[in-house]
C-alpha cells in the first residue's frame, strides 16, 4: 500500500508540532530534537517536519511503498515515462534505513520514492551541516530532472 509524503522544513519545531498535532488530532509517532512524523490514515500521508533545511516550506515531496515490488513497479513507471531517475539505493535519512529514488518535478520539486527498512538512530549517513531535510542528493538539477516525454505529449 502507497502512502503520500510531505516533508516540510521549519524554524520552531515545537511550536509546529502543537500545530500539527491539533490540525491532525494526533500526536507524531516519532520526535527527535530537529525531527517529527505523522503516519496518518485518514488522510493516509507520512507527514514530517525538520529544522534542518536551508529553506523553510515544503522541502520535497513523495510516495512511501511497503513492498520492494511495489517500489519497483514505481520506478519502472517513471522510467517508461520517460523520466531522469536518480537512484540512491540504501540510504539513512530521517532516522530511517530506506532504499530511495529521486525524480525532480517540472516546477523543480524534488520527490523521493522509497520503501523504509528500518528505522536509524541517525538522522542521516552525511556528515554535512548543509543538507536537506530529508537527504535530498545534491546532484546538478540535469541529472534529476524531468525530459520531455514523446509519449502522450507531455511529461
Partial sequence: MK???????????EEAIRFYSALFGAAPVKTKP?????????????FAIS???????????????????????????LERADMKVLEEGTTTCCYAQSDK??????????WEAYRTMEDAQFFSDS??????????????VELISLKPSAKKGGY
Fill in 127 to 140: 556528515t554535512g551541516s548543509t543538507e536537506s531535510a530529508c537527504c535530498t542528493p545534491d546532484a546538478p
Fill in 51 to 77: 529544522t534542518r533545511a536551508k529553506m523553510k516550506g515544503v522541502d520535497h515531496l513523495g510516495i512511501q511503498v511497503a513492498e520492494e515490488s511495489e517500489l519497483n513497479e514505481l520506478r519502472s513507471r
Fill in 101 to 110: 529514488s529521486w525524480i525532480q518535478d517540472p516546477a523543480g520539486i524534488p
Fill in 34 to 46: 530537529d525531527y517529527a512524523k505523522w503516519m496518518l490514515e485518514d488522510p493516509r500521508v507520512n
Fill in 3 to 13: 502512502r503520500f509524503h510531505i516533508h516540510i522544513a521549519l524554524e520552531k519545531l
